[in-house]
């Protein structure tokens, strides 16, 4: 049987410098490519906007990919502040977050805003990676369920006239928020149980034609990682705290072959 690959989404928020980001990849690059070789897992790194730049120019001809940590819900125009869809796509992001749990509440964003922004990454290019999950850690999964169904509720509306040669590929990233940056993670036979209910629910709430991936994020450590990646739906991972320490990213990429 083939080996599956696992994409690693290394979400480094605001926690990294300028200059703490480009240490990270200066010192860093080489190894991540010989690990990228040598597992067939893909890193994507998801620097803060200013520094998309300067990532995207020293991970160019590598096989590292770049994402973004959010884009505006507006296409171009006056909306000081906001930066667009399209300039992070042509500054060569393949990838943006949306809807991170720290956006939800620190920002306000709303479902609707997410949704839009998953339409402007598609348009321009990028793979959406959409962040869903529970506030409350109540293990209850039906109760979970209704709460991911209603945050993929408005995802239609905004992507259904997208034509067929937009992007078509929409990462949904499992995120309980009691999870996020606490060291908790989730039971596995709950996990399990979300990943199974995830897939019809994500199947009525994006039209045909769509390829979704899925990816589970919070507290995810070189300890733990094993006991999640034989949940078949499971695509990659997102990763916070970990990310930020590379030896700990490369042992858990390490150990995922
Ligand atoms: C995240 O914020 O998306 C995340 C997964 O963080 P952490 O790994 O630190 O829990």
Redesign the pocket.
């Known amino acids: 049987m083939n080996k599956k690959s696992f994409l690693f989404v290394a979400?480094w928020?605001m926690v990294l410098t300028a200059q703490q980001s480009m240490n990270y990849c200066q010192e860093h690059i080489s190894d991540m490519t010989k690990l990228s070789e040598a597992t067939g897992n893909s890193i994507v790194l998801c620097p803060s906007f200013p520094m998309i730049g300067a990532v995207n120019y020293l991970t160019i001809d590598t096989p590292i990919t770049l994402g973004a940590q959010s884009c505006s819900s507006f296409a171009p125009g006056a909306y000081t502040g906001e930066v667009s869809a399209i300039s992070l796509a042509e500054f060569g992001c393949k990838y943006c977050?949306v809807g991170?749990?720290?956006r939800r509440h620190y920002c306000h964003e709303t479902d609707e805003d997410i949704a839009r922004k998953v339409r402007h990454c598609l348009l321009a290019g990028m793979a959406p990676i959409l962040?869903i999950g529970e506030v409350e850690d109540e293990a209850i999964v039906i109760k979970t369920a209704s709460i991911l169904d209603e945050q993929l509720s408005l995802l239609s509306d905004y992507v259904i006239d997208l034509g067929i040669n937009e992007t078509r590929t929409i990462w949904i990233?499992y995120?309980p928020v009691w999870?996020?940056?606490?060291g908790r993670l989730p039971d596995s036979h709950y996990l399990h149980e979300i990943y199974d209910m995830l897939e019809p629910i994500v199947s009525k709430r994006v039209p045909q034609g769509f390829t979704i991936r899925y990816l589970y994020?919070?507290?995810?450590t070189e300890e733990n990682i094993e006991s999640i990646t034989n949940i078949g739906t499971i695509d990659g991972f997102?990763?916070?705290?970990?990310?930020l320490d590379f030896q700990k990213f490369k042992n858990m990429i390490s150990l995922c072959v």
């Open positions: 979400n928020k977050i991170h749990s720290e962040c990233a995120e999870a996020i940056g606490t994020g919070g507290s995810l997102l990763v916070g705290g970990s990310s």
